[in-house]
């Protein structure tokens, strides 16, 4: 089971539900739920050599799925948008299945427009079929949930969904499942699964992958005979009951007695300590040629530390080194 993890500290929180108040935001589609709603969102790979034989990857590396990595938000924040360019992060994500960067664009649209209420994470599936689950939390203001899991190996392909709304006016969605398709983020021109490093210059926007395109024969979901791609994977999101830890949205008598803002308070915590991720490989030496040099590597958040608990390290290390290929 993933993580949930708070895009916001516990008092930036309570701070934007006692401005929300319960109403939507100008420009939002109009949600109105007053309780903030818990999911349990289940991704099922269906990759198997039966539905996708061609050059279907069995070793170095066999067909498997990334981690998925998603937040729930407003509109006011995009992860991915089909035929639009993606981040800088996104591409890391997508070719190289780099987290760090994607996880501080989605912190930063947290901090500075609080468009983003949390970030949710699910460990990777190691084969093409499989199946690995998570938790999220969404609200009125933030009702939205996107998300993105890299297909491996893969140029820089991906399957996601972008700003699913939970809400029905003043209703939370009891239950939503749907099929997933691969896309192309437009950063790789690879036409293979275990095509080799190729930038996409200029770079593209988001294509969804078909049978028959792109129309070359060298590319890994060509199936020219078949109108459409089977699904590749499946969501399904299922809302949990609530509990003692449900936060319930202030009400739009901002005079009254406070007492839902309260009642927030009182919720028992349980320290949650960070968890970060294993080090990336070490960067080039920079440095000037008979002289000492320095590189320098880097980890991410993948769990960050509430209530009390135990704080993160340090996120980066560098080390003396030897420049190379001096002469």
Known sequence: MGTLMPATSWALLLATLGSVAGLPLEGEPGCTARHLARYSITFMGKWSQTAFPKQYPLFRPPAQWSSLLGATHSSDYSMWKKNEYVSNGLRDFAERGEAWA???????????????????????????????????????????????????????????????????????????????????????????????????????????????????????????????????????????????????????DLAGTGNEILDTLSVPQTPLDCEVSLWSSWGLCEGRCGRLGAKSRTRYVRVQPANNGTPCPELEEKADCTPDNCV
């Open 102 to 252: 994607l996880m501080k664009e989605i912190e930063a649209a947290g901090e500075k427009i609080q468009s983003v209420h949390g970030v949710f994470s699910a460990p990777a599936v190691p084969t093409g079929t499989g199946q690995t689950s998570a938790e999220l939390e969404a609200h009125a203001r933030h009702s939205l949930v996107s998300f993105v899991v890299r297909i491996v190996p893969s140029p820089d392909w991906f399957v996601g969904i972008d700003s699913l709304d939970l809400c029905e006016g003043d209703r939370w969605k009891d239950q939503v499942s749907l099929d997933l398709f691969p896309y192309d983020a437009g950063t790789d021109s690879g036409f293979t699964f275990s095509s080799p490093n190729f930038a996409t210059i200029p770079q593209d926007t988001v294509t969804e992958i078909t049978s028959s395109f792109p129309s070359h024969p060298a590319n890994s979901f060509y199936y020219p005979r078949l109108k459409s791609l089977p699904p590749m994977a499946r969501v399904n999101l299922v809302r949990l009951p609530h509990s003692s830890r449900t936060f319930v949205l202030p009400t739009q």
